[in-house]
């Protein structure tokens, strides 16, 4: 079965055709980073326009790499949420369309539920239940996955996600944009005790994580030496700033595992690219005998193939849309249209 996937939901306009949730057969990715580099973030005006440019052509190129046409398509799955909400409406509209237009089945796919699903591609053998740490740039979850499309979240972020985060902390320092990424390349060889950040705690649920009160920590550090006109190690900043988000993430993930008594471990999301993160998740899963799941770092970041790969196992479980469906910003990973 061939899933036709689709994704708009920030910067990139992408495009997968993927078969029966496992084989891609193309995956096209057109990013936007340089047109938002200049402006240290992504703007969300300007992501809508590009991808309105991009998508026609994106689509194309994805079935063309395939060798397939619309015809071979079972069914179009496309982001419909979380993300900008602008950014989003546009693959969500095209996909409709070409939906309407070919009589092809559609199929929702929430954004968070596709990072999981890259490590369907990645790794054949994998199937759930499994415990999956899901870091990003706007989310950060601890997931219990006991199905394909049933999801139990066990803890979250009560305020700012890990990757917003450090990418607040790489622009602070003056890292360019995307910043989480230049931070991890910043960070490798630094010195993970040449600054002091606070443990974040959420009492009520041990589960539970919190990150703003690192991020002011790092901003403080800066301004505060700026006024005092001290210097500052980028180098050693960033690496002491990451090891505290890591061990933060460390620390929840492990008291899961045994809380759960998880025996797979799943990494999902933008920040499951970082090479620390990698590191210290690898040893924390030797140390409870737990085997441990990464996409490969094509697939970390925004993609179409992974919308295609959950679009298959929403599609076998009988999920379907009409024209009447919406983007939306925000939605719970346990809710699907």
């Known amino acids: 079965m061939k899933i036709l996937g689709i994704e708009s939901s920030c910067d990139e306009?992408?495009?997968?055709?993927?078969?029966?949730?496992?084989?891609?057969?193309?995956n096209v990715v057109s990013t936007q980073i340089e047109k938002h580099k200049i402006f240290g973030g992504v703007v969300p005006e300007i992501a809508s326009r590009l991808h309105t440019e991009s998508i026609t052509f994106?689509?194309?190129e994805a079935l063309?790499?395939?060798?397939?046409?619309?015809?071979?398509?079972?069914?179009?799955?496309?982001?419909?949420?979380?993300?900008?909400?602008?950014?989003?409406?546009?693959?969500v509209n095209y996909a409709k369309g070409l939906s309407f237009s070919s009589g092809i089945p559609l199929v929702p796919v929430h954004h968070l539920r596709s990072h999981i699903a890259a490590n369907y591609i990645t790794h054949k053998d994998l199937q759930p239940p499994f415990l999956c740490l899901v870091v990003s740039g706007?989310?950060?979850?601890?997931?219990?996955?006991?199905?394909?499309?049933?999801?139990?979240?066990?803890?979250?972020?009560?305020?700012?996600?890990a990757g917003e985060a450090l990418d607040k902390a790489a622009r602070t320092m003056g890292l360019p944009y995307p910043g989480g990424v230049n931070l991890d390349k910043e960070a490798r060889g630094g010195d993970i005790n040449a600054y002091t950040f606070p443990k974040p705690r959420v009492d009520d649920n041990p589960l539970d994580f919190s990150f703003s009160g690192l991020k002011t920590s790092v901003i403080n550090t800066i301004h505060n030496a700026k006024q005092k006109g001290g210097e500052i190690s980028v180098k050693d900043l960033g690496t002491s700033f990451?090891?505290?988000?890591?061990?933060?993430?460390?620390?929840?993930?492990?008291?899961?595992?045994?809380?759960?008594?998880?025996?797979?471990?799943?990494?999902?999301?933008?920040?499951?690219?970082?090479?620390?993160?990698?590191?210290?998740?690898?040893e924390l899963?030797?140390?409870?005998?737990?085997?441990?799941?990464?996409?490969?770092?094509?697939?970390?970041?925004?993609?179409?193939?992974?919308?295609?790969?959950?679009?298959?196992?929403?599609?076998?479980?009988?999920?379907?849309?009409?024209?009447?469906?919406?983007?939306?910003?925000?939605?719970?990973?346990?809710?699907?249209?």
């Open 64 to 91: 063309e790499k395939a060798d397939c046409t619309l015809s071979d398509i079972d069914a179009i799955a496309v982001t419909y949420a979380p993300g900008l909400i602008g950014a989003l409406l546009v693959g």
């Open 13 to 26: 306009t992408a495009a997968a055709v993927v078969e029966d949730g496992r084989t891609v057969l193309s």
């Open 242 to 282: 990451l090891n505290a988000v890591v061990s933060s993430l460390e620390s929840h993930t492990e008291k899961a595992i045994i809380q759960q008594n998880s025996k797979t471990l799943v990494l999902a999301g933008g920040v499951s690219a970082n090479s620390m993160l990698r590191q210290r998740m690898t």
């Open 285 to 337: 899963a030797e140390k409870h005998n737990v085997k441990i799941y990464f996409p490969e770092l094509s697939l970390c970041g925004d993609n179409a193939a992974m919308v295609a790969a959950q679009g298959y196992y929403e599609f076998m479980a009988g999920k379907r849309a009409d024209m009447s469906l919406n983007a939306a910003a925000t939605m719970p990973i346990t809710e699907q249209m």
């Open 58 to 60: 994106v689509v194309r």
């Open 138 to 161: 706007g989310n950060t979850l601890l997931v219990k996955v006991e199905d394909y499309t049933q999801f139990k979240v066990i803890g979250r972020t009560r305020d700012d996600a």
